[in-house]
């Protein structure tokens, strides 16, 4: 009883502990916008997502940056004055390494639907009187040789309504429950406890 007691009190005092769950609602009016970023082991890494944005948003992306120079550094660079387009900004891909995510039901793979909007059902997305919309569940995995960092960004090049999406992203390292949510640059961290008297 006290064993379990005590590590009860343990799990419930960590007050440093970071892990890669993103929820919201994106809404800008450029027709580029960074997510989120994870470093992932070179174990099997997993991205998860559930998304829905009105019809009149489509075609939205996800964007898979790595964290080679042709990849993030050249599409995101600290200095503003470098600022390069959203199509500059896609065409660093290859399509061949399924960095696109095609947020439709065009790309079976997204696992996208388009679904009617019921009345009173989605305020956020009737707002743009939209009657359907793109409700999206699926995931990537991701492998490699080191420990390297993905970022993900969305886009709709061109739009002139910019972007709009309602997300939970989850990104996770393996199945180890120990390490699962912490980004590989968070292992070996100090974690702090509080003490409980």
């Given at each position: 009883?006290?064993?379990?007691?005590?590590?009860?009190?343990?799990?419930?005092?960590?007050?440093?502990?970071?892990?890669?769950?993103?929820?919201?609602?994106?809404?800008?009016?450029?027709?580029?916008?960074?997510?989120?970023?994870?470093?992932?082991?070179?174990?099997?890494?997993?991205?998860?997502?559930?998304?829905?944005?009105?019809?009149?948003?489509?075609?939205?992306?996800?964007?898979?940056?790595?964290?080679?120079?042709?990849?993030?550094?050249?599409?995101?660079?600290?200095?503003?004055?470098?600022?390069?387009?959203?199509?500059?900004?896609?065409?660093?891909?290859?399509?061949?390494?399924?960095?696109?995510?095609?947020?439709?039901?065009?790309?079976?793979?997204?696992?996208?639907?388009?679904?009617?909007?019921?009345?009173?059902?989605?305020?956020?997305?009737?707002?743009?009187?939209?009657?359907?919309?793109?409700?999206?569940?699926?995931?990537?995995?991701?492998?490699?040789?080191r420990e390297r960092w993905w970022y993900v960004a969305l886009s709709?090049?061109?739009?002139?309504?910019?972007?709009?999406?309602?997300?939970?992203?989850?990104?996770?390292?393996?199945?180890?429950?120990?390490?699962?949510?912490?980004?590989?640059?968070?292992?070996?961290?100090?974690?702090?406890?509080?003490?409980?008297?």
């Open positions: 009883m006290n064993l379990i007691l005590g590590l009860s009190i343990v799990f419930l005092s960590i007050t440093c502990v970071s892990s890669l769950y993103r929820e919201g609602i994106l809404r800008t009016t450029e027709d580029w916008d960074f997510l989120a970023r994870f470093c992932f082991v070179s174990e099997l890494g997993r991205l998860r997502y559930e998304v829905e944005y009105p019809k009149s948003f489509a075609v939205q992306n996800f964007l898979l940056y790595y964290d080679e120079p042709g990849q993030w550094p050249a599409v995101y660079p600290p200095d503003e004055a470098v600022k390069k387009t959203c199509l500059e900004k896609e065409s660093v891909m290859n399509p061949a390494n399924h960095q696109i995510v095609n947020l439709t039901n065009d790309y079976i793979w997204s696992g996208c639907v388009l679904t009617s909007v019921e009345e009173g059902e989605d305020n956020h997305i009737s707002v743009f009187g939209d009657d359907t919309k793109f409700v999206c569940k699926g995931g990537r995995s991701f492998r490699s040789v709709n090049c061109g739009s002139k309504s910019g972007l709009y999406m309602k997300y939970k992203l989850t990104l996770t390292n393996g199945d180890n429950w120990w390490k699962k949510h912490f980004s590989a640059d968070q292992f070996g961290k100090k974690i702090y406890w509080k003490k409980k008297i």
